[in-house]
């Protein structure tokens, strides 16, 4: 019996193109809302680059409400900072240094240990007309405490860094889910279509979620959020290759592109049309984002307020670039920070890391308050969970979920 396929379509394939499979027709339908079906591939000439009846996924959209935030700068301190030694005041635990407390430990049945607790070594003040009380390993965010909102409600449903970190970026502890900058570019798409929607940041090594913390999920890639580096290529392999010039690139792209459009007619998934998007951005990339990472033209007063240090790799540099991210139109701008876990020497520890990040932060406040853009930008300061009151180790904490 021969089995050749029909009009050169496998079963799958006609089902598939003719909208009959399962939910088939639902998904005709809404696709053709959205002018999915509109025109067949290589009907009409691609303009800026994008195949023709091509919706962009990432152009701006009209929320569903009047929004004040059109952009989000997330500062995320991977590890766990003790929150009874920055910002969640515990006066109650004065002259409560050494003494022991039953503690249920996680796991193992939830067994109970004894606990020896440990003071907060350091003074809190209080700051602003709203008289929040603040450590004093952040002096300069005390400065801005009258622009802080400060939420001492959250918890997180598992003490593991790397699942921890997953709820608190996707509202699931488990991979596979959008993150938070993935669903909002979906939403709202991006201001800017010479730069990504969605930029991740990085100071030191991240473990945990690793990229899952800011991957797209079931959403479609072209919202998961893109790596910048601050030392090297920004963005790895987008500079062209040695003897490739620009002309020669946009030839590159535009054959690629020709190749994906065919492909993209001939079944139709969402992905290949993600990629000749990507293939776009990236080309456009190469002419903005080189002037973007260049802090060296940022006035000396800037540089003096942040702390920042030209071409090293530093906290202060990214919050910079944070701010020049949003003023550029980027719609979710995310910061990782590492070394937050302090099972050991929280004494010697948590004051190296709290200077290292409260200038930047505050200057990062005071430079998008002195700009307009902080009446229209969300700064968030966050980390998984807090840690216990109780020692561990010499001189640590672990890890609490309850803060």
Same mark, same amino acid.
């Given at each position: 019996?021969?089995?050749?396929?029909?009009?050169?379509?496998?079963?799958?394939?006609?089902?598939?193109?003719?909208?009959?499979?399962?939910?088939?027709?639902?998904?005709?339908?809404?696709?053709?809302?959205?002018?999915?079906?509109?025109?067949?591939?290589?009907?009409?000439?691609?303009?800026?680059?994008?195949?023709?009846?091509?919706?962009?996924?990432l152009a701006p959209k009209e929320p569903h409400f009047p929004p004040k935030a059109t952009s989000v700068i997330f500062l995320y301190m991977y590890g766990g900072p003790s929150h009874i030694d920055t910002f969640d005041y515990k006066p109650n635990m004065k002259g409560m240094d050494n003494k022991t407390v039953d503690v249920e430990t996680f796991g193992r049945g939830g067994r109970r240990n004894q606990g020896r607790i440990v003071e907060p070594r350091w003074d809190f003040q209080q700051y602003g007309e709203c008289g929040k009380w603040i450590s004093d390993l952040f002096p300069h965010l005390g400065q801005e405490a009258? $622009? #802080? %909102?400060?939420?001492?409600?959250?918890?997180?449903?598992?003490?593991?860094?790397? /699942?921890?970190?997953?709820?608190?970026n996707?509202?699931?502890?488990?991979?596979?889910s959008p993150c938070l900058g993935s669903w909002v570019t979906y939403g709202l798409g991006s201001m800017n279509q010479n730069l990504p929607g969605f930029v991740v940041l990085i100071t030191g090594q991240v473990l945990?979620?690793?990229?899952?913390?800011w991957g797209s999920g079931f959403l479609p890639t072209i919202h998961q959020g893109i790596e910048f580096r601050s030392q090297g290529d920004p963005v790895l392999f987008l500079s062209n290759p040695k003897g490739i010039d620009p002309a020669g690139r946009?030839?590159?792209?535009?054959?690629?592109?020709?190749?994906?459009?065919?492909?993209?007619?001939?079944?139709?998934?969402? $992905? #290949? %049309?993600?990629?000749?998007?990507?293939?776009?951005?990236?080309?456009?990339?190469? /002419?903005?984002?080189?002037?973007?990472?260049?802090?060296?033209?940022?006035?000396?007063?800037?540089?003096?307020?942040?702390?920042?240090?030209p071409g090293k790799t530093s906290f202060a540099n990214n919050c910079l670039l944070a701010r020049r991210l949003v003023e550029r139109g980027v719609r979710f701008v995310q910061l990782f920070d590492q070394g937050w876990d302090h099972h050991c020497n929280v004494f010697g520890s948590l004051p190296k890391k709290a200077k290292e990040v409260d200038r930047p932060v505050a200057a990062l406040i005071k430079d998008l308050k002195m700009r307009g853009l902080l009446d229209d930008t969300l700064v968030v300061w966050s980390a998984e969970f807090g840690r216990t009151p109780m020692a561990q180790g010499q001189n640590g904490s672990g890890e609490v979920t309850k803060a």
């Open positions: 019996m021969n089995h050749s396929s029909f009009c050169g379509r496998t079963r799958r394939e006609f089902l598939w193109q003719s909208g009959a499979g399962f939910t088939g027709t639902a998904l005709a339908g809404l696709l053709s809302e959205d002018g999915f079906f509109s025109k067949p591939a290589g009907a009409a000439e691609a303009t800026d680059g994008q195949p023709a009846g091509w919706n962009n996924p009258d $622009e #802080i %909102a400060f939420l001492h409600s959250m918890t997180a449903d598992s003490p593991i860094h790397g /699942s921890a970190m997953l709820m608190m996707s509202g699931r502890i488990l991979s596979g945990g979620a690793g990229n899952s913390a946009r030839e590159v792209v535009d054959t690629v592109n020709a190749l994906n459009q065919i492909q993209l007619a001939d079944v139709r998934d969402p $992905e #290949i %049309a993600t990629r000749i998007g990507q293939y776009e951005m990236a080309y456009r990339m190469q /002419s903005s984002v080189p002037e973007l990472m260049d802090i060296d033209s940022e006035p000396a007063a800037i540089h003096e307020m942040y702390g920042t240090e």
